[in-house]
């Protein structure tokens, strides 16, 4: 069975830093195409960033230079190190997981809430 | 980068049919495929349609999707509206590795 478990996330002051982390099981993370998903309380979903099979790392203009998205392989874990955060930032993470770029986001973790707050 | 945009909600009865709409901002709807999402309160989302109108096993044929270029939009339709599709729905397409999503529509079934 498939599984994605987010964690990291936590109240943290605004030019802080935050890790989160997304446990995979179920199957190989580095033979897919992963991505991070964010949403804010009562808002849609935003596509923040996406690392490829051979480790091509994409962000979304509104984190690019402040996020860094890495995969552990040993580990089957994928990660986001978020820099420079911005209460605009405050949302819950998931991570999910697709075959392809054409294809759609096929597994979804539960998500982690980041809270960027004084 | 182009933006897919989406009523804010839809409502219609039990037993009725209801198409959502996504409309894409520039280039054209059939360059890249349109996903659509349905997310629960308090879940995360789940495939109902992939590659404009393929149904993910597990997805009633009450659900379909398809895609008009002279409205350079997508659409999902449900029909047969029971109360358990009361939910937000979201559309997706890409722009290389890019993920674009709608803004999302909620469907009331009352």
């Known amino acids: 069975e498939v599984q994605l478990v987010e964690s990291g996330g936590g109240l943290v002051q605004p030019g802080g830093s935050l890790r989160l982390s997304c446990a995979a099981s179920g199957f190989t993370l580095s033979r897919y195409d992963m991505h991070w998903v964010r949403q804010a309380t009562g808002k849609g979903l935003e596509w923040v960033s996406g690392?490829?099979?051979?480790?091509?790392?994409y962000y979304s203009g509104s984190v690019k230079g402040r996020f860094t998205i890495s995969r552990e392989d040993a580990k089957n874990s994928l990660y986001l190190q978020m820099n420079s955060l911005r209460a605009g930032d405050t949302a819950v993470y998931y991570c999910?997981?697709?075959?392809?770029?054409?294809?759609?986001?096929?597994?979804w973790g539960q998500g982690t809430l980041v809270t960027v707050s004084s | 980068n182009f933006m897919l945009t989406q009523p804010h909600s839809v409502s219609e009865s039990p037993g009725k049919t209801v198409t959502i709409s996504c409309t894409r901002s520039?280039?054209?709807?059939?360059?890249?495929?349109v996903q659509w999402y349905q997310q629960r309160p308090g879940s995360s989302p789940t495939t109902v349609i992939y590659d404009d109108n393929q149904r993910p096993s597990g997805v009633p044929d009450r659900f379909s999707g398809s895609i008009d270029t002279s409205s350079n939009s997508a659409s999902l339709t449900i029909s047969g509206l029971k109360t358990e599709d009361e939910a937000d729905y979201y559309c997706?397409?890409?722009?290389?590795?890019?993920?674009?999503f709608g803004g999302g529509t909620k469907l009331t079934v009352l």
């Open positions: 520039s280039g054209s709807i059939a360059s890249n495929y």
């Open positions: 690392i490829g099979t051979a480790g091509e790392s």
């Open positions: 997706q397409s890409y722009d290389s590795f890019s993920r674009v």
């Open positions: 999910a997981r697709a075959s392809s770029s054409s294809l759609p986001f096929d597994d």
